[in-house]
């Protein structure tokens, strides 16, 4: 029988979703926070995949309908705020000619996510520390960009992906999912990048936004 798993209780709920409206709306403020929101992932990090079933099909769900929308098989791929690198693995699955980067601003979550390169026998995955405010790769370095569930920085995943490339934004719980931003937001926040939505949708629990970054866009 399957572990059940925890669903986020309203406290949660309420905290992510504050701190992606400060990231949207105020990202100079990030820094003021950025500690205590890595002690949070550092301490959850152990036994996070049991109890959220981050590696499950129902959690998996947005994340796995939005890449449908990809008209073009990506060669470079960055997963931000990968935690424990379950979709990033899944990622993987999905584009098998593709190498993918997972980025999560927790020690702990990597630590956990390169456990599970193993499952990478051709070792197309790599998980490194970053803070997705500022990452650790060059410019326009990506053919797509995908996050689940994590505030948006709008402005790296312009500068990270390359014109032309595209953007998932995956929300596993909809709109009870803690670290979530309103679509008109991120639509509106993306437009003044150079990203024009290209799509949204649903899937099980979950909801899910794709982006395209103009081939003239800077």
Known sequence: MAEPHTPPNRR?????????????????????????????????????????????SERLAALASAVLEVDRSPERILDIGCGTGSATVFLAREFPRATIRGVDISPA??????????????????????????LPFPDAGFDLVTQNNMPVFFGEISRVLRPGGYVVIASSLGRRTPFSTPESLIRRKFRRHGIVTTG??????????VGRKEPQAR
């Open 200 to 209: 949204t949708g649903a899937a099980g629990a979950g909801t899910w936004l």
């Open 12 to 56: 949660v709920i309420l905290a992510g979703k504050t701190i992606s409206s400060i990231v949207a709306n105020a990202p100079w403020a990030w820094p003021l926070i950025r500690r205590p929101v890595t002690r949070f992932f550092d301490s959850a990090a152990q036994g996070w995949d049991s109890r959220t079933g981050s590696a499950s």
């Open 109 to 134: 979550m990597i630590h956990e996510a390169r456990k599970k390169v193993g499952l990478d026998p051709e070792a197309r995955i790599a998980f490194r520390e970053g803070d997705a405010s500022q």
